[in-house]
Antibody, heavy 121, light 107 residues
Framework: QVQLQESGPGLVKPSQTLSLTCSVSGNSFNSGGYYWSWIRQHPEKGLEWIGHIYYLGTTYYNPSLKSRVIISVDTAKNQFSLKLDSVTAADTAVYYC?????????????WGQGALVIVSS | DIQLTQSPSFLSASVGDKVTITCRASQGISDYLAWYQQKPGKAPNLLIYAASTLETGVPSRFSGSGSGTEFTLTIRSLQPEDFATYFCQQLNSYPLTFGGGTKVEIK
């Protein structure tokens, strides 16, 4: 059974870069078939898909964030990461990493517990 | 982008009630829709995918239906552990998008 765990700073200053890592346990990370995704949820609000990556490095990003986002993968560590540049208070949210079931069925079948990131000086 | 509109945004119900939540898509998405349940402080949990397929381990009182632009999530007999917020998500095209959520509270 796969488990995902987010890690990274909980406080980021405005204009700086938000960096989070998702560690994946289980044997599905390098087995192919899955995408690995970042999703965020603003306080008391809905969910926003940020983007996802295949273990070989192919990425898909939400156009609304594409100019500021990089998602990368480290297959040796079974990890994938999120970098979001030039953050503002509007980027304050709980950030989730999640597994996408397949390229044909893009739903999220496993989630991390979430990491709250606050953007404030 | 495909917009998903959920209704109602909030509903109050009693244990044992039948509850129906609607998700409308701004354009046709065939059956490329998933439903999630989220409890306070927790990550969303997948309930249904492909509009009507129950994820393994999800109780059979949950069901989904619909195709095209209109979808429903039904909880046949509401249990205490079902009080939560429910989200729909379209998987038809990028960017992947979610509905605004329906909060189900105890009457």
């Amino acid at each position: 059974q796969v488990q995902l765990q987010e890690s990274g700073p909980g406080l980021v200053k405005p204009s700086q870069t938000l960096s989070l890592t998702c560690s994946v346990s289980g044997n599905s990370f390098n087995s192919g078939g899955y995408y690995w995704s970042w999703i965020r949820q603003h306080p008391e609000k809905g969910l926003e898909w940020i983007g996802h990556i295949y273990y070989l490095g192919t990425t898909y990003y939400n156009p609304s964030l594409k100019s500021r986002v990089i998602i990368s993968v480290d297959t040796a560590k079974n990890q994938f990461s999120l970098k979001l540049d030039s953050v503002t208070a509007a980027d304050t949210a709980v950030y989730y990493c999640a597994r996408v079931y397949s390229s044909a069925l893009l739903y999220f079948d496993s989630w991390g517990q979430g990491a709250l990131v606050i953007v404030s000086s | 982008d495909i917009q998903l509109t959920q209704s109602p945004s909030f509903l109050s119900a009693s244990v044992g009630d039948k509850v129906t939540i609607t998700c409308r898509a701004s354009q046709g998405i065939s059956d490329y829709l998933a439903w999630y349940q989220q409890k306070p402080g927790k990550a969303p949990n997948l309930l249904i995918y492909a509009a009507s397929t129950l994820e393994t381990g999800v109780p059979s009182r949950f069901s989904g239906s619909g195709s095209g632009t209109e979808f429903t999530l039904t909880i046949r007999s509401l249990q205490p552990e079902d009080f939560a917020t429910y989200f729909c998500q379209q998987l038809n095209s990028y960017p992947l998008t979610f509905g605004g959520g329906t909060k189900v509270e105890i009457k």
